[in-house]
């Protein structure tokens, strides 16, 4: 079975430009969640989706923005690039949140 | 204050010796705990649940103290390959916010 599974892994961009950033959770979890992890910290929640909802948002600005199509993917946005925003975008997918999440490899952002 | 809160470390332990290092939690309210591995550079691993009556997966013992608001992680006879980042983690909210702390270092050493 596959996991879940991101893309790209590796990006670089520049400051001001715009990416997007795809997950697809394991076949039958309708729960999504992003998180960004910078270096040497834990991962910090972003955005939380079920069933094509949000249901959760974490303390990032307006620049973020996500979104669950039909078949249960995602997709993160981030608009006007900062140098800070350079981290691993993870994300996690759960048959219910009281099972834990399994978390893609990530994908590697760099903003230059 | 973060919701979720952990010792950064890093505990360096002899290989074969017992390390144990806690998390603490703000919101009462928060259930199903999880402590999760992450290597260097990868992505968290699950590496056991959390329950209030404890839970022991061969080496690994994990406790989760409501009164307290502190879960736990004990490893028994640590091996090199034990040497990661832990993560304790939480569902803080209904619609099953899941947060982490910032993870535990721990370094065994030969």
């Known amino acids: 079975d596959a996991g879940v599974t991101q893309s790209p892994t590796h990006l670089i961009k520049t400051r001001g430009q715009h990416v997007t950033l795809r997950c697809s959770p394991i076949?039958?979890?309708?729960?999504v969640s992003w998180y960004q992890q910078v270096l040497g910290q834990g991962p910090q929640f972003i955005f939380q989706y079920y069933e094509k909802e949000e249901r959760g948002r974490g303390n990032f600005p307006d620049r973020f923005s996500a979104r669950q199509f039909p078949n249960y993917s995602s997709e993160l946005n981030v608009n006007a690039l900062l140098l800070g925003d350079s981290a691993l975008y993870l994300c996690?997918?759960?048959?219910?949140?009281?099972?834990?999440?399994?978390f893609g490899s990530g994908t590697r952002l760099t903003v230059v | 204050r973060k919701e979720v809160e952990q010792d950064p470390g890093p505990f360096n332990v002899p290989e074969g010796a017992t390390v144990a290092f806690n998390c603490t939690y703000s919101?009462?309210?928060?259930?199903?705990f999880f402590w999760y591995r992450q290597d260097c550079r990868k992505e968290p691993k699950l590496l056991m649940s959390v329950y209030s009556s404890g839970n022991e997966d061969g080496r690994f013992t994990a406790q989760l103290n409501r009164a307290s608001q502190y879960i736990s992680l004990l490893i028994r006879d640590s091996k090199l390959s034990d040497s990661a980042t832990y993560l304790c983690?939480?569902?803080?909210?209904?619609?099953?916010?899941?947060?982490f702390g910032a993870g535990t270092q721990v370094v065994v050493t030969p």
């Open positions: 996690a997918s759960s048959l219910e949140a009281a099972y834990g999440y399994t």
């Open positions: 919101n009462s309210a928060s259930q199903s």
């Open positions: 076949s039958g979890h309708k729960s």
């Open positions: 983690g939480g569902v803080t909210d209904s619609w099953g916010k899941f947060q």
